[in-house]
């Protein structure tokens, strides 16, 4: 539910896959996705060590961790990276 209302927040829409024709500014967005991405990983084994969570929370933690890391870096190289069409133009 709260990423449900992050999403309409952020993209005026309802839905749940952010596709690349949502994004305003992908080039910079992306290198914060990818950030924010690696400090869930981070956040995720900090609580897979400590018992005060439960022993899932960290799983599910690296679950949405990977899942926006991942998006963040695909959404870069399709800009940017070695999948952009600026790319496909200079070979």
Known sequence: ????????????????????????HPEKTSLRVIATGIVMMIGAYIIGRVDFFPEPAGLIVTLIGTLTL????????????????????SE
Do not use: C, H
């Open 70 to 89: 991942t998006n963040g870096v695909y959404v870069w190289m399709s800009v940017i990276g070695p999948l952009s069409e600026a790319s496909d133009e």
């Open 1 to 24: 539910m709260l990423y449900m209302a992050w999403f309409r927040f952020t993209f005026g829409q309802a839905g749940l896959v952010p596709t690349m024709d949502l994004w305003k």
